[in-house]
Each structure stands twice: as C-alpha cells, then as structure tokens.
C-alpha cells in the first residue's frame, strides 16, 4: 500500500559523501531537504581508505570548503594524522593529506546533519522514482511511502546492484557488507537513464595487536597543526603514525601459485578496474621485474585496533589473502579482521548529464558522485554540493551553477567526465588541469568564496573572514610594491649579501626582490619592512610574487580559452541542421548537447574543423 | 568578438612571380610596420590611408631586407575579413614570401588556419547568408587538403623520427606527471634521465629542422649572385654555368648595366643564377643604376661569387665592394688564372679575405668550374648536411610547431633544476603542444596512459 508521506523542496538519495553535501548545501539554501540512506549508522562511511586529500584531491576539499561545503570542516574535526606532500615540488601540486578517523569522521558528520535546519534524515531504501512526462515528481521507498519532491539527487555511490568477490566466493553487497540497492537500477533506467558497469576493491583490514612494528618504518605527522578548511579552530589533535613495510618474493610467489583461483585472472570479473588502484595480483603481474611493492600500515581510528592496508586491495580468495600478508615484514602472526575484496557495482554513463550534474533525460534529475563513475571520496563530495545547489536552483528557477575547468579542478573533473569517455573510474589528477598553477590550494578561497557567497552558501562567518583576509592580502602586497631600496642602502645590502644574492643595481621594490629565488618574505618581516599579516598571507604574497611570470602567462591562456567558452550553444539546437559536420562531431554533440563552443571543443571524437564548422552555423542562425 | 592576429601566404606556391602575405586583425598594420621600411621614409603604414599601396623592403630586426614588397592597408570594416588587413606582395616571389611570413610570426602574429580568413569574413558580416555553405565547404576542403599535405611527409623514416620525438617527450611529461600526481609511488623526479631526454630531444629536433631547411632549399632554390669589378669576367661565368651566350661579353669594362637572371641546376638545387653589372665609381647614369641594382641583389642574394682578377691584382674597387659582402657567404673565384701575368698570388688573397673559401679558376678554359659547383652546393648545404639521409618538407605550420618546440626543449633544459615540478611539466605541456602541431596529434591525452604504461603506482 502507498501512503503519501509529505512533500519536500529536494530529496537526496543515499547519505555517503556526496550525498552528505548535497543534503546539506540544498538545507542551507533554504529548501525543505531530505536524505535517505540505507542506514543511519552508515552515514558519511569511508568503506575504502582511511585518508582524505593528496595531489589534486586536496584543492578539491578546500574548493568544496570555499564554496561552503563540510568535508573539510568534517576532517578538521576527525583526522589522526595530517601532513603536506609533495612540498618542494611547487605550490601547485602541494597538497594536504589527512589521514582520518573513520568512526569520528562519521560521528562528526551525522551531527552536523541532525543539527541542520531544513534538513530531515531517514533510514529507507529508495525504490521508485515518479517521473511523468521526463520530470521528476516523487519517490517511493520499500516500506510504501511516497515522497513528493521537487528535485532529486541520486548519490548512492557503488551500492547499486553491488556485487562482492573474494575469489570463488560472490555475493550480493554494498561496500563492507552493506545491503546493495537493489531495485534503482531498474528506477533509474526506466526514467531513461543508461547504465553501466564498474569495479573496484579494498585490501583487508587486520588487527593491530598482531602487528610487529619493529619491522617497519614510521611515518610521522607533520608538527604544524594544518587544517584542510580556512575557518576550523585550531584544535592540535595529537597525531598518530602510520607504518611502512613492503611485499616481498616470498609474497609475489604466492600470488603467481594462485592466479587461478583470482577472479581478475579468471574471468570472473569483467569490469575494468582503475588502473591508479590496481589490485595488488595485478600489481605483481604486470610488475614482474619488481620484487618488493610499498605497503602503508594506517590505524583506521583512535578508538579502534584495526589498521587498513594500503597497497594491497585484492580479491584473491581468503586463505591466500591471509598467506599473502603472514609473507610481509612485520604481519608474520598477523590477523585478519576484514577480508579485503572486489565489487561490481551498476554506474550512469556521465555523458548523459548536463555540466550541472542534471540528466538530460529526465529534468530535475541529478546524480552525483560515485554512481557516475568517479572514484575518491572528495570527488564525491564535490558532485555532491555542486549536484545539491543546483538542485535548488532547479527547483527555484534560476540558472544552474557551473564552474569553469580555468576557475576549479571541480569544473576541470565535471567537464571530464560529461565530456570524456572513461572506461574506468574517473580519478582526478592534477594533470588533468590545464591551468593548474593557477588552481592552487592555497587559493581556492580567493577563487571560490566570492562565488559560494552568490549562490546563498557561504555564510556571514566564513565571508567576512575571507573579507578581512583579502583586506589584509592587499594592503601587505601594496606595501611590498611600495616599499622600494637603493643600491645605497644598507640594510637590504647586508641581507642580500647574507643570502648571497645579488647586489641591487637600481632602485627596487621589495615584490621585485622577493622574486629572486634565495629571498624569502620572512626576512622581510624580520627586518620591519612588513608587518606580520600571518603565515596563510605571507605563503599567499611569497607564490604570487615568485610565480608571477607563470601565473601570467596561464591568466592570458584562459582568456584565450574564455573566448570559446562564451559562444553559447541553445540546448535545443538542432545538430541535423548543422551543415558540414563530421558525421561522428554531429553525433557527439546531439549526445553531449554542450552549451559552449569551448565545451563542444573537448568532446571526443568532434575536430578543430568541426568547431570551425560549428561557428559559422551558429552565425547563420544568429542572423536568420 | 575580437579575435587575434593571424597571417598566411595567400597566393599558391609556385605559381606566378608575385606572392602575397596576408595579415588580419586588430594589431597587424602595427606588426607590419616594424618591419616595413617604405622607399619614401615621409609615409610609415599606419599613418597611411586605407586601400593605400606602399613600396619598400621588409627588414628583419637586424634591418637587414628581406624582400622588395608593395604593402595595401584595408582597414576595419572595408575589407576581405571586415578586421584591419594588410597584404605585403613580395616581389621575390614564394620563398621571399615564406622569409616575410616568418618574420611577422615573430611578432606576436598567428599562422592562420585553413580557410581562417574565410571564416572571419563570414563571422564579420561581411559574407552574405546565402554563401555560408560555401563558407563551410571552404573550411573543410582546405583542411582536408593541410591534412593530407602534412600526413604525406611524414611517412615512412620520417614518421619513426617524430614519433621518437613524441615518445620521448611523452615519456619525460609522464614522468614529471607521475612524481607529482603520485609521490608516495613514485618518488622524485629522475633528475638524470629528465636532462638526458632533454638532450636527446633537442638533438633530434635539430637534425629534423636541419633536414626541413634542407628538403626547403632543394624544393625552393637559392639566389646565387655573380659580383665583381668590370671586367673580372661576370657575365663569361654566367654564360659558362648555364651553358648558352646569354649575357654579352667584351672586353669593355661596364658592358652589363642590368641584371641578368637564368636558373640553372647544380647538384640537385634549383638555382637561380644573377649577374651584375661590375660595381665601381661612374659618371654614367645609367651604369650608375645598374650598380645601384647589383648592390641590392648582392645583398638579397643567398650567395655571392666574388670575382677577382689576377691580371689587374687586387685594387682598391674590390676592397669597396668588399664590405657589402663582410656579413655575407661568399666564395671568392680567382679568375682569368690562364693569364702568363698574374698579379695576385692566393696566399695573398687568403690573409686579406680571411675565412672564405677560394677557389683559382680560369672561366674561358674551363678551369675549376667543378670546384665552383662543389663550393655552391657545400656553401648553401652548410650545416644542414647530416650523415642521416632524412628527407623531409614540411610546410610553414610544421616548421614553426618545430621551432617552438626546440626553444621551449632548450629553455626547459636550461631551467630543469631551477624550476618547481609544477611549473616544469606545464613548460613540457607546451613542447608537447607543439610537437603534436607537426602531425595534429593530442599528444597530453596520451601521458596519462604513458604513467601507467611506466610506472608501478597504486596504492
Ligand atoms: N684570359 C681570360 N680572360 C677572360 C676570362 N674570363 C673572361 N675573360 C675576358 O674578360 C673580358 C671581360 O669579360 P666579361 O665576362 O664581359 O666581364 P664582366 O665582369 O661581365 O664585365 P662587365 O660586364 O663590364 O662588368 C672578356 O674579354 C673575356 O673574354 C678568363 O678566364 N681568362
Ligand atoms: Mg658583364
């Protein structure tokens, strides 16, 4: 029997990561929200690795945290360990990692959705989406409710039809043993959507107590207390370490003796995994010259003795998995206390959404996260928020919100993947992003906060810090171009002279000197030449300066890259009219339907000539 | 909306004697300007009025002339592309239009793209409706065309010289890509192997440019032109080359007031052969502008044979003509060797004119004229001769993707280890960027495979 169980603004199926920051951002824009989740002891699960950030990852939690968003506010709260890496290989790529507290994470994110006004949560299983005439209308869950709602978010992550694999054994399951949800694959391809099919795995999980670190090499923290989001306090949690030990022959041989029985090698699994995250027989396989691999040790939480494996996700059958592990330095007596494994898991083709994570078949429909092939927890909850505002916006009638590949590494991973085909799970990469000096994380609030303001997210807190600290920012960056010295002076000789820089020849300016690679702003504030703005601003001034000669030269390629994305496509063009194009360009861009020559430029398989094509149309029609 | 500047040649190659470089956009007349010296100084091209035709040399920034061109300036909205236009028509036909081309490109201009022009003037308004489809067709007909020319050169040994460029450059970006995307499995950079592919890439970037200026000289020619005082046997030479009595011949000093031209073939290079009137202090005015001339194809020249007569000995008129070829390659011909009295001895020759090859001939006894031949080929060879027998052409859009990408290989050599990895693989961006140009791949979507082609990550 249905019954009609009440009427919201939006609803949000599935409670992970993107679902977490859809709820919440639709919430806080002032729409009556729901979410729905399997189960509310599972909220915000990270059913694979203990971490949060690293290389491209980490400007995605900070951009998320710019625009307003929670998981970097989430993991200030829960992290056992933090560190930056990649130092010394420039700002652009450095990045924050944390490692997190998994039970924390979780407890700490459920709070902030019971706390959250507008926003109610429950515990159903989404069976049914109502969408007459391709608009969405209601949904029903397995107990017979039916919620009317005028936008959905659909973020159920790899838990539809999951399918677990632990060598011969198979079975039905979301990650960690979850239920899967079963019945909205049919929903979702009844509303027309295509679907495809992904897989992904884990490594086992095992029991501190029986781990010998006297084996392996730590792996501290960083002393500083970093934080991922610009507003969190200061809290200087203690950190815990993680461990380094490495496979050996002995392992490797025990993979080779037992490839018939891998589900990788036996056909078992068809789907394609990511090759960033091969599973570890893969690994011994195709490295076949290496006789050791790294494997990380890493405590799951402070409250728990079990520690997660990271390098060594397989679906080898059980037994072997625990040979496997006894073979390594320091796991010799070790126990098992989840088995790792393999999952298939139904996905949305995301060439079928628009840039605003809303499907073109059925409107205010939109999915985020990994159920449109992505992989990363933050890759997750960035499609979460941008999903869940433009839910809003749906149901407000506004324009949906879209960042730009040259504003944020999320418009870089939103346009990779409507715009890309992937056959594997999308993982972002800083290489991805074509002007990545200029998407740093040191700046995402500068780019972003401005525009989370807009839109309704970011609140009076977070913006008149971000004000106060562009206020600050100027004015000490003012100062250092005003601030100039001769050659005469002798201050600034002897620190020259101390940095065994070069002696000025004319008169300049402190920005000038700070350019020299031997300067650093510190000594500037030593001297009194600048008053102490703080570490964030005095990094901020240090990257402007030094890198202002590649900072400018990726600014002038995206104005030139600006050029094509404001030739605006109507949605409703219709491509048989287009004369002159490739019959694949024509068939891409009748699929894709961009709506910008620039975006239609990146679409596979449409030319340079097709673009060109595509122009001239375009004016024709303008003039008829 | 305002677009950038963008240049071509617009005439055929090959065809008729006059090439035409055409230039549109907001900033040209302004490029164009810096290196357009007008015969009359009183009249620089921005100052000119639009539909205006203007005399005078295009110079490079050593304001040495490239060519002798009559310039137009339309300017916005009256013209072909409804942009601001200039077209430089280059009297020394295509090669001399290529020279003026590249120059511009160094100024900030745009090679444009096939059927570019057409494009602009449609997207400007100033092609009607009707001739869209045309508009179209235009596009894709031109390049397919551009397409078709640049995939036949790089066929066969070419095509495996490129794609070791790409390998190797893919191979460095995946690199780079890899130690900053996946540290933890990675590691650093391989600093060694990074300068050592740098190496290697700027080598084989140089051999193929050296094998495209090459394949340009054997397709294109080069000016030779034939220099002396009166007399010294100029126009006894060109009759001798080309084998016919084309230029008259006395024993009067100032017999040649003009300059005569013939192509000939020497080794394989189509030449194209000047002689000149004997360049010396006259009264006559109509010698006079004959010397005016041979001063001015002697400097356009590729090469200068440079006669002198060792009946006479060296005098003062050589040493003056001397010094418009001080910059020049030259080769000096001994002439006139056969004579019972000589006045100059090679020794001599060699302390005065120090560094150019001379050759001791005697053009009426046909005498070292084999050694003549040998001194052209190697002369306008030089440097581009490799123990490789590459054989390659590439057209002007190649040239230039090759060029930027041995400046930016060179610069990234130079700043390896100074720069941060992040900046470093956006200078590689670049050079892959180019070498893709050459045979219109997207070579960047390939690194993300190459990394776990090479490299063990996963974690
Ligand atoms: N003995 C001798 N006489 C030569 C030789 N080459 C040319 N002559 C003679 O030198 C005279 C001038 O030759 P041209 O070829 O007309 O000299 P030119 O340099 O063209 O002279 P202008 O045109 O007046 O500048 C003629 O009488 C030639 O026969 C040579 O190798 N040996
Ligand atoms: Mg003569």
Same mark, same amino acid.
């Given at each position: 029997?249905?019954?009609?169980?009440?009427?919201?603004?939006?609803?949000?199926?599935?409670?992970?990561?993107?679902?977490?920051?859809?709820?919440l951002?639709?919430a806080?824009?002032?729409?009556?929200?729901?979410?729905?989740?399997?189960?509310?002891?599972?909220?915000?699960?990270?059913?694979?690795?203990?971490?949060?950030?690293?290389?491209?990852?980490?400007?995605?939690?900070?951009?998320?945290?710019?625009?307003?968003?929670?998981?970097?506010?989430?993991?200030?709260?829960?992290?056992?360990q933090?560190?930056?890496?990649?130092?010394?290989?420039?700002?652009?790529?450095?990045?924050?990692?944390?490692?997190?507290?998994?039970?924390?994470?979780?407890?700490?994110?459920?709070?902030?959705?019971?706390?959250?006004?507008?926003?109610?949560?429950?515990?159903?299983?989404?069976?049914?989406?109502?969408?007459?005439?391709?608009?969405?209308?209601?949904?029903?869950?397995?107990?017979?409710?039916?919620?009317?709602?005028?936008?959905?978010?659909?973020?159920?992550?790899t838990?539809?039809?999951?399918?677990?694999?632990?060598?011969?054994?198979?079975?039905?399951?979301?990650?960690?043993?979850?239920?899967?949800?079963?019945?909205?694959?049919?929903?979702?391809?009844?509303?027309?959507?295509?679907?495809?099919?992904?897989?992904?795995?884990?490594?086992?999980?095992?029991?501190?107590?029986?781990?010998?670190f006297?084996?392996?090499?730590?792996?501290?923290?960083d002393?500083?207390?970093?934080?991922?989001?610009?507003?969190?306090?200061?809290?200087?949690?203690?950190?815990?370490?993680?461990?380094?030990?490495?496979?050996?022959?002995?392992?490797?041989?025990?993979?080779?003796?037992?490839?018939?029985?891998?589900?990788?090698?036996?056909?078992?699994?068809?789907?394609?995994?990511?090759?960033?995250?091969?599973?570890?027989?893969?690994?011994?396989?195709?490295?076949?010259?290496?006789?050791?691999?790294?494997?990380?040790?890493?405590?799951?939480?402070?409250?728990?003795?079990?520690?997660?494996?990271?390098?060594?996700?397989?679906?080898?059958?059980?037994?072997?998995?625990?040979?496997?592990?006894?073979?390594?330095?320091?796991?010799?007596?070790?126990?098992?206390?989840?088995?790792?494994?393999?999952?298939?898991?139904?996905?949305?083709?995301?060439?079928?959404?628009?840039?605003?994570?809303?499907?073109?078949?059925?409107?205010?429909?939109?999915?985020?996260?990994?159920?449109?092939?992505?992989?990363?927890?933050?890759?997750?909850?960035?499609?979460?928020?941008?999903?869940?505002?433009?839910?809003?916006?749906?149901?407000?009638?506004?324009?949906?919100?879209?960042?730009?590949?040259?504003?944020?590494?999320?418009?870089?991973?939103i346009?990779?993947?409507?715009?890309?085909?992937?056959?594997?799970p999308?993982?972002?990469?800083?290489?991805?992003?074509?002007?990545?000096?200029?998407?740093?994380?040191?700046?995402?609030?500068?780019?972003?906060?401005?525009?989370?303001?807009?839109?309704?997210?970011?609140?009076?807190?977070?913006?008149?810090?971000?004000?106060?600290?562009?206020k600050?920012?100027?004015?000490?960056?003012?100062?250092?171009?005003?601030?100039?010295?001769t050659?005469?002076?002798?201050?600034?000789?002897?620190?020259?002279?101390?940095?065994?820089?070069?002696?000025l020849?004319?008169?300049?300016?402190?920005?000038?000197?700070?350019?020299?690679?031997?300067?650093?702003?510190?000594?500037?504030?030593?001297?009194?030449?600048?008053?102490?703005?703080?570490?964030?601003?005095?990094?901020?001034?240090?990257?402007?300066?030094?890198?202002?000669?590649?900072?400018?030269?990726?600014?002038?390629?995206?104005?030139?890259?600006?050029?094509?994305?404001?030739?605006?496509?109507?949605?409703?063009?219709?491509?048989?009219?287009?004369?002159g194009?490739s019959?694949?360009?024509?068939?891409?861009?009748?699929?894709?339907?961009?709506?910008?020559?620039?975006?239609?430029?990146?679409?596979?398989?449409?030319?340079?000539?097709?673009?060109?094509?595509l122009?001239?149309?375009?004016?024709?029609?303008?003039?008829? | 909306?305002?677009?950038?500047d963008?240049?071509?040649?617009?005439?055929?190659?090959?065809?008729?004697?006059?090439?035409?470089?055409?230039?549109?956009?907001?900033?040209?007349?302004?490029?164009?300007?810096e290196?357009?010296?007008?015969?009359n100084?009183?009249l620089?091209?921005?100052?000119?009025?639009?539909?205006?035709?203007?005399?005078?040399?295009?110079?490079?920034?050593?304001?040495?002339?490239?060519?002798?061109v009559?310039?137009s300036?339309?300017?916005?909205?009256?013209?072909?592309?409804?942009?601001?236009? &200039?077209? +430089?028509?280059?009297? #020394?036909?295509?090669?001399?239009?290529?020279?003026? !081309?590249?120059?511009? =490109?160094? /100024?900030?201009?745009?090679?444009?793209e096939?059927?570019?022009?057409?494009?602009?003037?449609?997207?400007?308004?100033?092609?009607?409706l009707?001739?869209?489809?045309?508009?179209?067709?235009?596009?894709?007909a031109?390049?397919?065309?551009?397409?078709?020319?640049a995939?036949?050169?790089?066929?066969?040994?070419?095509?495996?010289?490129?794609k070791?460029?790409?390998?190797?450059?893919?191979?460095?970006?995946?690199?780079?890509?890899?130690?900053?995307?996946?540290?933890?499995?990675?590691?650093?950079?391989?600093?060694?192997?990074?300068?050592?592919?740098?190496?290697?890439?700027?080598?084989?970037?140089?051999?193929?440019?050296?094998?495209?200026?090459?394949?340009?000289?054997?397709?294109?020619? &080069?000016? +030779?032109?034939?220099? #002396?005082?009166?007399?010294?046997?100029?126009?006894? !030479?060109?009759?001798? =080359?080309? /084998?016919?009595?084309?230029?008259?011949?006395?024993?009067?000093?100032?017999?040649?007031?003009?300059?005569?031209?013939?192509?000939?073939?020497?080794?394989?290079?189509?030449?194209?052969?000047?002689?000149?009137?004997?360049?010396?202090?006259?009264?006559?005015?109509?010698?006079?502008?004959?010397?005016?001339?041979?001063?001015?194809?002697?400097?356009?020249?590729?090469?200068?044979?440079?006669?002198?007569?060792?009946?006479?000995?060296?005098?003062?008129?050589?040493?003056?003509?001397?010094?418009?070829?001080?910059?020049?390659?030259?080769?000096?011909?001994?002439?006139?060797?056969?004579?019972?009295?000589?006045?100059?001895?090679?020794?001599?020759?060699?302390k005065?004119?120090?560094?150019f090859?001379?050759?001791?001939?005697?053009?009426?006894?046909?005498?070292?004229?084999?050694?003549?031949?040998?001194?052209?080929?190697?002369?306008?060879?030089?440097?581009?001769?490799?123990?490789?027998?590459?054989?390659?052409?590439?057209?002007?859009?190649?040239?230039?993707?090759?060029?930027?990408?041995?400046?930016?290989?060179?610069?990234?050599?130079?700043?390896?280890?100074?720069?941060?990895?992040?900046?470093?693989?956006?200078?590689?961006?670049?050079?892959?960027?180019?070498?893709?140009?050459?045979?219109g791949?997207?070579?960047?979507?390939?690194?993300?495979?190459?990394?776990?082609?090479?490299?063990?990550?996963?974690?």
């Amino acid at each position: 029997m249905l019954y009609d169980a009440g009427k919201y603004d939006v609803a949000v199926i599935g409670a992970g990561h993107a679902g977490c920051e859809a709820a919440l951002a639709a919430a806080r824009m002032g729409c009556r929200t729901i979410l729905f989740t399997l189960s509310l002891d599972n909220v915000a699960l990270m059913p694979c690795n203990p971490s949060v950030g690293g290389p491209a990852k980490a400007q995605l939690v900070r951009e998320i945290d710019a625009l307003g968003g929670e998981m970097a506010l989430n993991i200030d709260k829960a992290n056992i360990q933090v560190r930056t890496i990649n130092t010394g290989k420039g700002p652009a790529v450095q990045a924050l990692r944390a490692q997190a507290d998994k039970r924390e994470y979780q407890h700490e994110m459920l709070q902030t959705l019971l706390k959250q006004k507008n926003l109610d949560l429950l515990m159903a299983e989404v069976e049914e989406i109502e969408a007459p005439d391709r608009k969405v209308q209601a949904v029903i869950t397995k107990t017979g409710a039916r919620y009317e709602c005028g936008a959905l978010v659909v973020t159920t992550g790899t838990y539809l039809k999951g399918r677990i694999i632990i060598g011969e054994v198979m079975y039905d399951g979301g990650p960690g043993n979850q239920f899967p949800a079963t019945k909205l694959s049919a929903a979702l391809e009844k509303a027309g959507l295509r679907l495809g099919r992904f897989k992904t795995g884990t490594p086992p999980r095992i029991d501190q107590k029986s781990v010998d670190f006297s084996k392996m090499i730590e792996q501290p923290g960083d002393e500083k207390t970093l934080r991922f989001s610009h507003i969190s306090p200061e809290n200087g949690r203690p950190q815990l370490s993680c461990w380094l030990t490495h496979s050996t022959r002995e392992t490797h041989q025990i993979v080779m003796d037992n490839l018939d029985r891998a589900p990788m090698f036996t056909g078992v699994i068809k789907g394609r995994g990511p090759r960033y995250c091969p599973s570890f027989e893969d690994k011994v396989v195709r490295y076949a010259h290496k006789d050791s691999h790294q494997l990380f040790i890493e405590p799951e939480g402070r409250e728990t003795d079990e520690m997660y494996v990271q390098g060594l996700n397989t679906s080898l059958p059980e037994d072997v998995q625990i040979r496997v592990l006894r073979s390594i330095p320091g796991l010799e007596n070790v126990h098992i206390t989840r088995t790792g494994y393999a999952i298939e898991y139904d996905y949305v083709f995301p060439s079928q959404l628009k840039l605003s994570l809303e499907a073109r078949a059925v409107e205010g429909l939109f999915t985020a996260g990994q159920i449109n092939g992505t992989s990363g927890y933050e890759e997750a909850a960035a499609q979460g928020l941008i999903a869940g505002i433009n839910a809003v916006l749906k149901v407000q009638g506004k324009e949906p919100f879209i960042l730009k590949r040259s504003q944020s590494y999320i418009g870089v991973l939103i346009d990779d993947l409507v715009n890309k085909e992937a056959d594997e799970p999308y993982r972002l990469l800083t290489s991805r992003a074509e002007y990545r000096l200029l998407l740093r994380q040191d700046n995402a609030d500068l780019r972003l906060t401005e525009l989370g303001r807009d839109v309704g997210l970011v609140d009076d807190y977070r913006y008149n810090r971000f004000q106060e600290k562009k206020k600050t920012l100027e004015e000490a960056r003012e100062k250092l171009k005003k601030t100039t010295f001769t050659p005469a002076d002798q201050t600034m000789s002897g620190l020259l002279e101390q940095k065994k820089s070069a002696a000025l020849k004319d008169r300049l300016s402190l920005w000038e000197i700070l350019r020299r690679p031997e300067m650093k702003i510190r000594d500037f504030v030593v001297a009194g030449w600048l008053e102490d703005p703080g570490p964030e601003i005095l990094e901020q001034l240090e990257i402007q300066a030094k890198y202002e000669g590649y900072i400018k030269k990726q600014e002038d390629q995206v104005a030139r890259f600006n050029k094509l994305e404001d030739k605006k496509i109507r949605e409703d063009l219709d491509y048989d009219q287009v004369y002159g194009l490739s019959n694949e360009a024509r068939q891409k861009l009748k699929e894709v339907r961009p709506v910008s020559v620039g975006q239609a430029s990146r679409i596979s398989g449409v030319n340079p000539a097709d673009i060109n094509v595509l122009l001239i149309n375009l004016e024709k029609m303008r003039r008829n | 909306m305002m677009y950038d500047d963008i240049a071509a040649v617009s005439t055929p190659p090959g065809e008729g004697g006059i090439a035409i470089v055409r230039l549109s956009g907001t900033g040209v007349i302004q490029a164009v300007a810096e290196c357009f010296l007008p015969f009359n100084p009183q009249l620089p091209l921005p100052a000119r009025a639009s539909f205006s035709l203007n005399l005078g040399w295009i110079v490079d920034r050593e304001k040495e002339k490239i060519d002798e061109v009559l310039v137009s300036v339309m300017r916005a909205p009256k013209s072909y592309t409804g942009e601001d236009v &200039v077209e +430089v028509n280059c009297h #020394g036909g295509t090669l001399a239009a290529r020279k003026c !081309l590249e120059e511009f =490109l160094q /100024r900030g201009i745009r090679l444009a793209e096939p059927g570019e022009f057409t494009k602009r003037a449609f997207l400007s308004g100033r092609l009607d409706l009707s001739q869209a489809e045309a508009v179209v067709d235009i596009i894709r007909a031109k390049n397919e065309k551009a397409m078709k020319m640049a995939v036949s050169n790089l066929e066969g040994k070419n095509s495996a010289v490129i794609k070791n460029i790409e390998d190797r450059l893919i191979r460095l970006n995946a690199m780079v890509e890899a130690s900053v995307d996946f540290p933890e499995d990675v590691g650093e950079l391989d600093y060694r192997e990074a300068g050592d592919i740098l190496l290697e890439l700027e080598e084989v970037l140089n051999k193929l440019i050296r094998a495209g200026e090459r394949g340009e000289i054997y397709r294109e020619g &080069v000016n +030779v032109a034939i220099c #002396g005082k009166p007399n010294v046997g100029k126009s006894s !030479l060109l009759n001798a =080359l080309i /084998r016919k009595d084309k230029a008259i011949v006395t024993d009067i000093p100032g017999t040649t007031r003009d300059v005569i031209e013939d192509y000939i073939n020497i080794r394989g290079i189509p030449v194209k052969i000047m002689d000149t009137a004997g360049i010396r202090g006259t009264e006559d005015l109509v010698e006079q502008i004959g010397v005016e001339k041979s001063i001015q194809v002697i400097e356009n020249a590729d090469l200068a044979i440079f006669m002198l007569d060792m009946g006479t000995g060296i005098s003062q008129e050589d040493m003056d003509l001397y010094i418009h070829l001080k910059n020049k390659k030259a080769i000096i011909l001994l002439n006139k060797e056969d004579l019972a009295h000589k006045h100059i001895k090679p020794e001599d020759v060699e302390k005065i004119f120090k560094g150019f090859k001379i050759i001791t001939a005697s053009v009426i006894e046909d005498r070292g004229m084999d050694e003549l031949e040998d001194a052209i080929e190697n002369m306008v060879l030089e440097g581009k001769l490799d123990s490789d027998d590459l054989d390659i052409m590439f057209n002007m859009r190649q040239k230039k993707a090759l060029l930027k990408a041995r400046s930016t290989v060179q610069e990234l050599r130079e700043s390896l280890e100074s720069v941060p990895l992040d900046c470093l693989g956006v200078d590689v961006w670049e050079a892959l960027e180019a070498v893709g140009e050459i045979s219109g791949k997207t070579l960047k979507e390939e690194v993300i495979d190459r990394i776990f082609r090479d490299f063990c990550i996963g974690k």
